[in-house]
Nanobody, 122 residues
Framework: QMQLVESGGGLVQAGGSLRVSCAAS????????MGWFRQAPGKEREFVAA????????TYADSVKGRFTISRDNAKNTVYLQMNSLKPEDTAVYYC???????????????WGQGTQVTVSS
């Protein structure tokens, strides 16, 4: 089993920045690709960003491209999502996930965190 714990969510004004983190334990972190997903009230969970095991590849949803940056520190077993130029429509619970391959599809991820709330006020 792998445990994932997100942190860093909160309330921020539109145009502001926030960095959320996800700390992993229980499995060898470097063997997993990592992804961030989000779910807004009344909406389905959607892909945000993903990063390969060695950080060589990243992929982003079109809605966040150019504003969000995913990164990871394998020495600290942690993945980050830096969010800049935040918009009210970015308001959601943000989840990190671990899977065996870089993917935009939630079904390919094996482990999930409990989520952290990000609220962007207008």
């Amino acid at each position: 089993q792998m445990q994932l714990v997100e942190s860093g969510g909160g309330l921020v004004q539109a145009g502001g920045s926030l960095r959320v983190s996800c700390a992993a334990s229980g499995r060898t972190f470097i063997t997993y690709a990592m992804g961030w997903f989000r779910q807004a009230p009344g909406k389905e969970r959607e892909f945000v960003a993903a990063i390969s095991r060695n950080s060589g590849s990243t992929t982003y949803a079109d809605s966040v491209k150019g504003r969000f940056t995913i990164s990871r520190d394998n020495a600290k077993n942690t993945v980050y999502l830096q969010m800049n130029s935040l918009k009210p429509e970015d308001t959601a619970v943000y989840y990190c996930a671990a899977g065996t391959a870089l993917s935009k599809w939630s079904r390919t991820y094996d482990y999930w965190g409990q989520g952290t709330q990000v609220t962007v006020s207008s």
